[in-house]
């Protein structure tokens, strides 16, 4: 080719490649560019985000991420996983140092409307706990009067639990301490009478770092509701909507009962609603600015949200409880794809 | 026709001109900053101060605190509590340090080993990691309440930490006496295993820097001041009080300016073994208002203060015992 006709399909190519993404906004852009969508974790927690033996990131947190990864990339590989802390968790997506936070995060008005966030949706509805060693025959949280409990700073449960005590008028000592695993230690060794987080994770520390799981009991009473979701930043709604739809193709996923193993035998089903699903009919792929695979594509390479569940809650014997669907007697509910 | 400039005149304006810099660099910062906090809608100002801190604090120094209270008082709380271990962690670490120094001197072989190696472990292990060792020592050594230790009547030495009576009123003496209910003891005063860690774990780092340093200013002292004062017929000690240690002082109180200011910065630590400080309490009020940028500007600003009084009051007496008429 002459150079005059290079320059001018370069030239045609600058016009046309901006278009075809035009809609995508600057998060999924700069995803694109880098390869990688990074996405903001916990340092490690057993079934929400916690890197196995390979190094290799475990939990439905994680898995989030690389659904979302499989609908922008169609590989749900293309992740970059930032351990965070509670206390690092929102300075790092406020200045964008994830695209994603995925991060067992409760969902609370003052974090959705004054840290200039978005949480799109509920991965899972939990509440806070209390566990203390059965040795103290403590039966309920009324019984806690002056114990010492152990907590991470910078969380909801943190004020949830100054909140319950003060409505009980009963008093307590607070020891707070940032990492995880000195905490745990804090709490093992005896230092305190008690350790509070959402029962997920009382649930998960137990069954993972206690010496003998059956010493240690989780009192009955659930003082808070502790709705987790995923959270991205202001200003970008495309990427609202792409993690939002992300979440929500999971679950619809199971209510259709696709899971990884049947997908490519269901992708054959005349069932119209599967049809659309799999991207065989409509343009869904396209309005979010990505392949019309998308949801496919994540339900192949991730699984749907019980498959999801049952990986990495299960084992830990978290039941699904609420977070079953919602014509099971849950609560997970999804718009249709439409 | 090159205007000539005198030397003054063209230090003046490079003065200027730099500082013209510096002043457009800073207001960029801080139009970028504000600009895009309006643009993400993210809260700022310091009126966040006023709003009920909703948490609960481990332990406060000389006043109370319960979650009704404004974010202000928490901060407040956590100053004292940085205070009250910086302040008794500079003193110890003095007297230490100086025994340090002078053991690593001393004509006695095993007290002179013993203290050179002091003082090689304690300055290569991070201070963080001493502090988890310490920590951890504390805890687990230590019994629960129930099987507490207990050395004297009213004193209580369990891993909650280590419980003394307090004089409630002192005429009539009335003594409040720490006593075991339900989880805790109640009542009395309660030196907490944080603070103990923290306090043990910086005192004994810093003492091992300060050790050193006295150790460089009895040497710095010449020679010549021995052998005067043995011909006057001083004691060992008498040379040690009198003699040596107010000239070694001269050279001791910059370097070890240093060494309190660090000390004091180190005292942040404290958020990995849960002592509540001002490092701890702004960290977490930062995450529950999400405004990081004033609250990084209170801890910075808290620091700058207490280590440029610190300077100050070292400054003023170095320049009492400098000798008259040396370089000031």
Redesign the interface.
Known sequence: MTIATTTLARAVLLFVLPLASAQAGPTADGALKKGFIQCGVNTGLAGFAQPDSNGEWRGIDVDLCRAVAAALFGDAKKNRFTPLT??QR??AL?SGEVDILSRNTTWTF??DA???LNFVGVNFYDGQGFMVTKK?NVKSAKQ?????ICVQ???TT??N???Y??ANKMK????????LE??L??YF???C?VFTTDVSGLVAVRAARATNPTDHVILPEVISKEPFGPVV???DDHWHDLVRWTLFAMIEAEELGLTSKNIDQQAQNTNPVVQRFVGATGDFGKMLSVDNRWAYNIVKQVGNYGESFERHLTPLGLDRGINKLWNKGGIMYAPPLR | MARQLDTRQRAALYQILLVAAICLVGWYFIRNAVDNLLARRIASGFNFLFREAGFEIGESTLISFSAADSYLKALTVGLLNTFRVAFLAVVFSTFIGVAVGLARLSPNWLLAKLASGYVELLRNIPLVVQLFFWYAVITESLPAPAQALHPLPGFFLSNRGLAIPTIVTLLPLEVEYPSLSGFNFSGGVVLSPEFAALLLGLTLYTAAFIGEIVRAGILAVDRGQYEAAQSQGLSQAQLMRLIILPQALRVVVPPVTSQYLNCTKNSSLAVAIGYPDLVSIANTTINQTGQAIEGIAVIMLVYLTISLAISAAMNVYNQRIALRGART
């Open positions: 509670a206390q929102f300075t406020q003052a974090r004054g840290l200039g103290r806690l009067n002056g114990a010492a700073p910078g969380t943190e004020l639990m100054a909140d005590f003060r307590f000592k607070p020891v707070v301490i940032e990492k000195e905490v230690n804090a060794t005896g230092r009478d930043r202001h200003g």
